[in-house]
């Protein structure tokens, strides 16, 4: 590990410490030491001893923020500009009170922060997850991408913005997809799920570096996130308050592609 | 192709466009038997999965139209509506489907010939992308 990155350590040592001895929080949701050391494991610190094994590398990629759901106040995140992005977007979506979580950010810079409750400065933080896709409307591409996937919801997990109790896929009344794994049940699930998460996606590449085939589709999702962007002037989590642009509407809204 | 063979599922809202099919019906006005009609109580109930499900199992096209902005019967629903189709269809675009497949717009309950209309429109272009395609396999 680095000297940056150990420092970084320090300082988010010496944060949680402090927040513990004055019962600001009764947990952290962080990285830690595993038995493997390139394998991170996530862990719910509930004592100042167990800020010992803190871990703050490359390595520590996971999307943190879905496990704060169903989890007691008050907890403490270690998070990255998108935990927070998706923080504020559980606390829009009524998941999540604002209260019961204290957000630790940790960033290259505080304004990429919507919220947060500390900050520690790390100088060179993972890329943006985002990424240029030349394959945008091709069909080949995505029926490629699609054969590999072999239907485990791997993404559906990783994703902070996939937290229904029961999934469009796994409802028998109405039956959305198509019997058994073939190409017509992969595609309705994953065009619903990138429906579903149009104006919602914070961006933390969950979904790809989840997915044990290797399937890219999130480039999908980024189109999308651009087009909420330029239509409806919104990115995700980045205000409180804010609702998502497809429970939302104006009057002038255009209608590209409609029917004269 | 026989125009009666295409599958053109038409989602249609209960207070004005399938007011307006039914127009079209009792004026004897002529459009192909393509349309298969769903009625729903408006255009804001009509789940984008629905569209993508018609589709998944084998529908040639998708048909969907409400009440003209301003007018629908639960004030907004349209209104929600407009933004679901117009993500919906650049997300068919990006996935490289044919988004001419599903067409959107609004019929009110007095255009009965707009119905008709509409509804030869979407068969033409259907059709040409049916035809289009079995050159290509
Ligand atoms: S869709 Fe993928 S990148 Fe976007 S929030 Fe969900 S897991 Fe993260
Ligand atoms: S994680 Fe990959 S293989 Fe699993 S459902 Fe998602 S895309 Fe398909
Ligand atoms: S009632 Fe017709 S679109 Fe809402």
Redesign the interface.
């Given at each position: 590990m680095t000297e940056e990155k150990l420092s970084i350590i320090e300082a988010l040592k010496t944060i949680c410490e402090d927040l513990f001895s004055k019962r600001v929080i009764s947990r952290v949701l962080a990285f830690t030491e595993g038995e493997i050391k390139e394998i991170p494991v996530v862990s719910l610190i509930t004592n100042p001893e167990g800020l010992k094994g803190l871990k703050w590398d490359e390595s520590c990629n996971k999307p943190l923020a879905k496990l704060l759901l169903g989890l007691k106040p008050k907890t403490a995140i270690i998070a990255r500009p998108y935990d927070a992005r998706a923080v504020v977007m559980y606390i829009n979506e009524n998941q999540l009170k604002r209260d019961d979580v204290f957000i630790i950010g940790v960033g290259k810079d505080a304004s990429d922060f919507p919220v947060f409750d500390a900050f520690a400065k790390d100088p060179s933080p993972l890329q943006s997850a985002r990424e240029p896709s030349p394959s945008?409307?091709?069909?080949?591409?995505?029926?490629a991408e699609i054969d590999r996937c072999i239907l485990c919801y791997a993404c559906r997990q990783a994703c902070w913005g996939c937290y229904c109790p029961s999934c469009?896929m796994e409802r028998g009344i109405p039956d959305?997809?198509?019997a058994g794994v073939g190409r017509?049940?992969k595609?309705?699930f994953h065009?619903?799920r990138?429906?579903h998460l149009?104006?919602r996606c914070v961006e933390c590449g969950g979904c790809k570096t989840a997915c044990p085939s290797g399937v890219n589709l999130k480039?999908?999702i980024d189109?999308?996130t651009q087009?909420?962007y330029e239509?409806?002037g919104h990115k995700a989590g980045m205000e409180e308050g804010a609702r998502d642009?497809?429970?939302?509407?104006?009057?002038d809204?255009?209608?590209?592609?409609?029917?004269? | 192709m026989d125009e009666s063979e295409l599958k053109i599922i038409a989602f249609l809202c209960n207070w004005c466009s399938y007011a307006g099919a039914d127009l079209a019906g009792t004026g004897r006005m002529q459009y192909p038997p393509s349309v298969k009609i769903v009625r729903l109580p408006c255009s804001g109930r009509i789940n984008p999965l629905y569209i993508i499900k018609a589709l998944a199992d084998g529908a040639d096209g998708v048909l969907v139209s409400g009440c003209h902005p301003g007018d629908c019967h639960y004030i907004t629903g349209n209104m929600y509506a407009r933004r679901r189709f117009a993500v919906l269809k650049r997300l068919l675009d990006d996935a490289g489907f044919d988004s001419d497949r599903v067409q959107f717009t609004w019929i009110s309950a007095s255009e009965g010939q707009r119905f008709a209309d509409v509804v030869s429109d979407v068969t033409s272009r259907i059709k040409l992308l049916k035809t289009k395609g079995c050159e290509k396999s």
């Open positions: 945008r409307g091709s069909l080949d591409f995505f029926l469009f959305w997809t198509p017509e049940a595609i309705a065009l619903g990138t429906m149009a104006g480039y999908l189109s999308l087009m909420c239509e409806y642009p497809l429970s939302d509407y104006r009057c809204d255009g209608q590209p592609g409609f029917l004269e | -």
